[in-house]
């Protein structure tokens, strides 16, 4: 028999299951390649470095968001990226380190320049701004959520995430506003 070949996608595809399975601090290429069950130098063919790799991932994560869109508002577009980034275990981690190296598409930064931003010329930054915000939001619930489950935080403590949605939203109402008053007259 001989060995099995692969493609970007299905580096990408069994990186995601390894993320949920593992979490990023033990998504290594080796894992990878074991898992995929070729040596780690057959990763490179496809990928330049891990870190391209997990663009990569990055950009399957973000690939659940709308096609940007002007007729989508600015909160569901929001709302969907957070609900992206939470599908995968670590997915705001991985999705944050792709951007502070800018990295990947940017499909999340068009799509909410697109949704509601107004139009002052800096629509990029306000996006970033709006971004920023999500990953944030993002990470935060993820790192409560891991520190739950590995019993980190005393079970007799209140569910530390159990405000997170109203605080999210909290957050996107001051963004809509602040759209609101961006838009030109």
Known sequence: MSPARHDRRSVVDCALRLLDDVGLPDLSMRRLAAELDVQASALYWHFASK????????DRILSAIPEPDPS????????????????Y?????VVMS??????????AQA????????????????ADAVFEFI????MLLQQR????????????AADPTADSADVFEAGIRAFVSLSETRRPA
């Open 98 to 107: 792709a951007y502070a190296l800018r990295l990947g598409a940017g499909r």
């Open 72 to 87: 989508l508002a600015l909160a569901p577009t929001a709302r969907a990226i957070r609900d992206a980034l939470l599908a």
């Open 51 to 58: 870190q391209e790799l997990l663009a990569a991932v990055a």
């Open 111 to 126: 799509a909410l320049a697109a949704s509601g931003s107004g139009d002052n010329g800096d629509n990029g930054a306000f």
């Open 89 to 93: 275990r670590d997915g705001a981690e």
């Open 145 to 156: 959520m891991h520190a739950q489950s590995i019993g980190a935080v005393d079970g007799s």
């Open 135 to 138: 990953l944030g939001h993002a």
